[in-house]
């Protein structure tokens, strides 16, 4: 028997466009397979910029947010010129860490051309992981309603 996949509701959602460069293909004329993992980060930093919770705010606080799980769904290729929608939804969790789900469309049909999610925690500045979430991060929680 076969289980419905049960989407994740996002608490924010952010997106933004790009439009894919020439260095971004490979010698088959498509995108990259690694350039997607950095689109999702150009959707995070639109993400980060749209709610207050950008790479350097987090820094600001004393924290640093690596990056310990990626997942990356390859549906249709981008080539050269085409303009692509990154969308990235933020994944509420009660344990000390950001998760964010994404999908990028080509603009041009609405195809998707891949899906992710990437797992972040906390770590201080002496590189050591915080089990709890920080302050600083409730209180960001509680600014956008997100329970």
């Known amino acids: 028997m076969r289980r419905k996949k049960v989407e994740n509701v996002a608490a924010l959602v952010d997106r933004t466009q790009i439009k894919v460069r020439f260095s971004e293909v490979d010698s088959m004329h498509i995108v990259w397979h690694g350039e997607y993992v950095r689109y999702f980060e150009d959707g995070r930093i639109s993400f980060g910029d749209k ?79 915080e089990l709890t979430n920080p302050e600083f991060y409730l209180e960001w929680k509680k600014k956008w309603d997100i329970k």
Do not use: H, W
């Open 51 to 129: 709610y207050g919770i950008g790479y350097m705010d987090v820094v600001k606080q004393g924290y640093m947010v690596p990056i310990v799980e990626l997942d990356c769904q390859f549906k249709q290729s981008l080539v050269f010129g085409d303009e692509a929608i990154i969308e990235t939804r933020y994944i509420n969790s009660p344990s000390a860490k950001i998760l964010f789900e994404y999908t990028i469309y080509r603009a041009s049909d609405g195809a998707v051309a891949a899906t992710g999610k990437s797992t972040q925690v906390f770590i201080n500045m002496d590189r050591e992981l």
